[in-house]
T-cell receptor, first 116, second 110 residues
Framework: DAGVIQSPRHEVTEMGQEVTLRCKPI?????LFWYRQTMMRGLELLIY????????DSGMPEDRFSAKMPNASFSTLKIQPSEPRDSAVYFC??????????????FGPGTRLTVL | DQQVKQNSPSLSVQEGRISILNCDYT??????FLWYKKYPAEGPTFLIS?????DKNEDGRFTVFLNKSAKHLSLHIVPSQPGDSAVYFC?????????FGSGTRLLVRP
């Protein structure tokens, strides 16, 4: 089992550029989560998909952020235009069931984004 | 408004001794609590969880205790090993949503 796969692992870009982060969840998992980790705010949930449908996007900071899940094995998080304050580590996680606090979420290795 | 707090940013213990990591929460509606461990340049990995209807869950060297009246949980690691050195996050779950604490960096000295 390859686990959750994220790409790229590191991204350095200039302010104003579009950034696309990619995630492949664990096969068979029907829930997918995008998180952002910063020093100031810690780990925070950005968006939650269930069966490829966005269920909760209340954590998406602003309209510059968008996420898609075109199929069960792929999701993207896009920032357009990027700003220096978007610099953070972005994690994708998946879990096998729709909702149950007791079910663990499996995290990918993260993408470290630096916006200059 | 932090719903989950880990007030100790770091902890250092001697190998073989007990490590105790603490976590406080404010919302009594959480139904599960989880602990994750994170190594540098890796994503968090699940360690152990506890239902809100229980007060203890044990898995090998790891035990989580829940005190609902105090809205407090703790993770005990005994005996501590150098490989346990990592950042530990507690998380509170309500349905699908996990709310994480800020983490405690544990260093186990050989």
């Amino acid at each position: 089992d390859a686990g959750v796969i994220q790409s790229p692992r590191h991204e350095v870009t200039e302010m104003g550029q579009e950034v696309t982060l990619r995630c492949k969840p664990i096969s068979g998992h029907n829930s997918l989560f995008w998180y952002r980790q910063t020093m100031m705010r810690g780990l925070e949930l950005l968006i939650y998909f269930n069966n490829n449908v966005p269920i909760d996007d209340s954590g998406m900071p602003e309209d510059r952020f968008s996420a898609k899940m075109p199929n069960a094995s792929f999701s993207t998080l896009k920032i357009q235009p990027s700003e220096p304050r978007d610099s953070a580590v972005y994690f994708c996680a998946s879990s096998p069931t729709e909702s149950s606090g007791g079910n663990e979420q499996f995290f990918g290795p993260g993408t470290r984004l630096t916006v200059l | 408004d932090q719903q989950v707090k880990q007030n100790s940013p770091s902890l250092s213990v001697q190998e073989g001794r007990i490590s105790i990591l603490n976590c406080d929460y404010t919302n009594s509606m959480f139904d599960y609590f989880l602990w994750y461990k994170k190594y540098p340049a890796e994503g968090p990995t699940f360690l152990i969880s506890i239902s809100s209807i229980k007060d203890k869950n044990e898995d090998g060297r790891f035990t989580v205790f829940l005190n609902k009246s105090a809205k407090h949980l703790s993770l005990h690691i005994v005996p501590s090993q150098p490989g346990d050195s990592a950042v530990y996050f507690c998380a509170a779950a309500s349905s699908y949503k996990l709310i994480f604490g800020s983490g405690t960096r544990l260093l186990v000295r050989p």
